[in-house]
Every structure is written in C-alpha cells, then in structure tokens.
C-alpha cells in the first residue's frame, strides 16, 4: 500500500534472515524500498480528498506483490506514447546508431510523428525488430567481447518494455541479485559481500563465472521462465522477435538461431536476470535453506556471482550439483575462471599452520579481494583495484590524450579531471588508496610526456607539471564509506536505496 499520498511505497526490512543466522546477514537483511519512482502524469486525482490513486505500473507492482503466482495478460497497453517519450529521452544521445543509421538527434528532428508511427505500427503488430550492428569492445585479457547495437526505435521500444516488466520483476528478483536493477548498482554488491564475509562464518569463497552467457541462453528455456509471469501473448511475442533478430556484420546478416542474445541491447539485463532468476537465484536459495549447515552467503552482479561457505565439503557439493542444474538449461560453468579457494576470517591462521602460505584472492567487479589484517592483528578484508583493469584504464587514457595533446592545455585538463573524478567515484574504496595515487602518478606522467611532444622546443618542466596538477587533477582520496556503515544504514531504514 502506499504509506502517504504522491510516494513511493516505504521502506522494508524482511522479518525472516537466512538460515543459521547470527549477527548481521549481507544479502539476507538488506531493506526493500520502491522499484522506482512513479510518474506523476498517470496519478488520478480524488475530487474531495485531493489524493493520488496508484498509477498503473504501481498497480501492478501491488497485485505481483501480493500474488506471486499471478500472470498478467495485459500488458503491451502500457506501452504509451508518453512512456516512448521517456525512454527515448533516457537514451545516450552520442551513441552509435545501428543498422537503420539513424542517429539520437536525426530521430528527434520529428519526434512526436515518430513516435506516433512507432506506437501505431507496435499496437497493430506491424512493428518488426532490426537485426543488432556487431560491434566489439578490449576485454581486461586482450580479447574482444562482441556487442550488438540496437537500431534506434529498438532501444526506444525496449527501453518502454523493460519498464513496465521492472513492476513485475522487481517483486520477485531476491535480495542477492544485483545486477541491472533500478536504484542497485555494483557498490551495493560489494557492499553485501564485504559485510557477508566480515560478519559470517566464511571460510570458502566459490568464485562463479558462467562460460558465454549471453550467447548460450536458450529461447525455450527463456519464454518458459517469462510465461511463468506474462500471460499477454504480445509481449511474448514481442521479446522473441527481440531474441531473433539476428545480427549485422561487415553488411552480412547472420541469423540467431533458438540460443544467445546479443549483449549489450536495451533489454538484455532484464532478460538475463529473469534467466539466472529461475535458474541460479532460485534454486540457490532453496538449496541454502534445504543442505546448507553451515553459513552460506550469496551475492550475483548478471553473470558473476560469489558464494561463501562455512564448510569446504558444502561448498564442493554446490558447485557440483550447480554443474549439473546448468547443463540442463544450456549454460556451464568456466572451468578456469570458477574458482573455490580458501578465504575468510580464519583462513590465514589455518593456512600458515598447514604451511600454505597466504590465503589466495579472488576477482569481483573490478576489484581483488584479499584477506588482511589491521595494525591491531584483526581480520580485514582488503580490496584493491585489479591490476589488469588498471592497465587496461591506463593505456586507454594515454592512447586518447596522445590524440588530444595538440589541444589546449586547459581542454586537456577538464578532460583528464573528469578521468580522474570517474575513476575515483568507482574505485576510491577504504584500503585502495595506494591504487589511486599509482593512478595518478601516472596519468601526470603520461600528460606530461603528451605535453612535451606537442613541438621539438617544448620544455614542459615538472615545476610546470606540478602547478598543472594542483589546478586540473583531483588528488587521491577515499570517496566511500566502509561497506559495514553503509549497509548498516540502509538496513536501519534509514536509506531508500533499494
């Protein structure tokens, strides 16, 4: 219900913790808030007490509140025109266009007849998906990962869709799923999980990596799971002609086929969370509160997850059976990414003991996560910046400031003070600030080589380079809190964030 007219509905805190329970629970005790805001153009007024009704989508996020079981057959007449408005606002205005060429501004030059003409062709099904642009992007290793890019009324359509099914699925998406959800982001992640291995009773840590997720989804499996929720035949419709559409690359159109989903389009998150919903989140929940002994934890961000366990044979049985429940829906687990290592609290006791040495780390969205200890001899769990990522962050700065070094020097500055200030916003975490100054260091010596290069007579000195750096460059410090105070608040009711 909502708790005062014109908000959100309020806070909750779940009355039930995960099983074996002690102290405070990562995943297990993080507070609920709303989905999203409402719109405030789709409230109805009451005549008398002047008060806002639901909206629509709020509606739908009561009734899939209350019934877990409901399907909802009607759906698509959500899609309006002003939600097509919204989604296309919402776009990125310098992205590429895809296969139909047509770009964010030449789209808007006639906005409202587009939309029209593209709200009047989706309701009497003659909307037709484009085939994705294939593009690819360096990975951290060298590799390239593929992305498709969807044509501009693709992303606009799957932008209005993925907002309506957000009212349905935000119901029902557990609390340690992270991924592509409104109002969570990798932060809250790792939040959960450093307060998870802090607080609990985490001696193994399951590093899980699903070997080429988004090319191996099944469509079966995907509208099985999607009519679990969607009884309205058009949206189904609609998200397998999304699924279908194929690709374009270097002027070949290659069909999709019955698995995969290009990654990277407007819906993929959405899509991709409904999969692993009913085939990890799921089943690793029934799994923990069925077998589990011990503590187990469980945080996922999309396609990586990391599950901690109190006892290594516990561990060993998950990850087994795991292997086996994914077989079954076309998917597998990286045999060299997927990890079990000892990690936690007592691991470099038990380590140093058997003679083992320091207890290895692991990887989780972009940050190492390492076992350490305070100048008082507690247990504090480390994270850094991941040292390829840092590369990889580093040679993309100096290949595009070697491209910009004949600009003035003070467009350069407000360019690399925004590198630096995104950089930190992510990666100025408590215990990272030695990553942070090696960031900087190096991007004030790549600008000053930059510099120096721009003529054979230019003599950038470092006194030069230091009033430059006092001017243009950030200094390095720590942005956010420890993650045990943050989660503490929003668990308290004291943060919406859901």
């Known amino acids: ?88 606002k919402g776009l990125n205005p310098k992205a590429k266009p895809g296969v139909d060429g047509v770009t964010w501004e030449e789209y808007g030059e006639d906005l409202e007849a587009n939309l029209e003409g593209l709200h009047a062709a989706l309701m009497r099904g003659a909307y037709r998906a ?16 593929p992305l498709g890019v969807a044509a501009l009324e693709d992303k606009i359509v799957q932008a209005a869709m993925v907002e309506v099914l957000n009212a349905v699925y935000e119901e029902d998406f557990l609390g340690f799923s ?12 790792l939040d959960a999980l450093a307060v998870g291995i802090v607080r609990r009773k985490v001696n193994w840590v399951l590093d899980l990596d699903i070997r080429d997720f988004f090319g191996s989804i099944s469509h079966t499996w995907m509208v099985r799971f999607l009519q ?9 419709r609609l998200i397998q002609k999304w699924l279908s559409a194929g690709v374009m690359e270097k002027g070949k159109w290659e069909p999709q086929g ?3 989903t290009p990654q990277g389009a407007t819906a993929s998150p959405l899509l991709a969370n409904v999969y692993l919903h009913h085939v990890f989140d799921l089943w690793a929940h029934d799994w923990r509160k069925r077998n589990a002994r011990g503590d187990v934890i469980i945080v996922r961000y999309a396609d990586d997850a990391v599950v901690g ?31 079990l290592i000892e990690f936690g ?28 200890t305070s ?72 600008w000053c080589k930059a510099l120096r290069r721009r003529s054979q007579h230019d003599r950038t000195s470092w006194a030069r380079m230091d009033q430059l750096e006092e001017r243009w460059l950030p200094k390095p410090r720590i942005l956010h809190p420890w993650p045990e105070q943050r989660l503490d608040v929003k668990t308290q009711g004291k943060s919406p964030v859901r």
């Open 228 to 236: 679990h929720r969607i009884g309205d035949t058009r949206v189904i």
């Open 375 to 446: 100048q008082a001899g507690k247990f504090v769990l480390v994270r850094h910046t991941d040292k390829k990522r840092l590369r990889a962050k580093l040679r993309a700065v100096k290949i595009e400031l070697n491209r910009r070094r004949h600009e003035d020097v003070d467009k350069q500055g407000e360019w690399l003070k925004s590198v630096i200030q995104g950089y930190l916003n992510y990666h100025a975490v408590p215990t990272n600030v030695h990553a942070l100054e090696a960031f900087h260091r190096e991007l004030k010596r790549f």
């Open 309 to 339: 366990f109190q006892y290594r044979r516990e561990a060993e049985r998950f990850q087994a059976e795991l292997t086996e429940r994914f077989q079954k829906f076309g998917l597998e687990l990286h045999p060299e990414k997927t990890r």
């Open 345 to 372: 609290r007592y691991a470099a006791q038990d380590r140093q003991e058997r003679k083992l040495g320091k207890p290895p780390t692991f990887t989780f969205l972009g940050l190492r996560h390492i076992c350490g």
């Open 258 to 260: 019955e698995i995969g």
């Open 1 to 88: 219900m909502m708790n005062d007219p014109e908000k959100s509905d309020g806070f909750k805190v779940p009355a039930k913790r995960p099983n074996n329970t002690e102290g405070s629970v990562a995943e297990g005790v993080e507070g609920r808030s709303s989905a999203k805001s409402n719109p405030s153009r789709q409230n109805v007024r009451r005549t008398q007490r002047r008060e806002s009704t639901p909206n629509e989508l709020e509606r739908i996020r009561q009734l899939a509140r209350r019934d877990k079981k409901a399907r909802f057959t009607a759906l698509l007449h959500h899609i309006t025109i002003d939600r097509f408005r919204s989604a296309y």
């Open 130 to 145: 484009k085939p994705s642009r294939r593009s690819y992007i360096p990975k951290t290793d060298g590799r390239m990962r």
């Open 178 to 189: 992270y991924g592509f959800r409104p109002k969570r982001g990798t932060h809250n992640a």
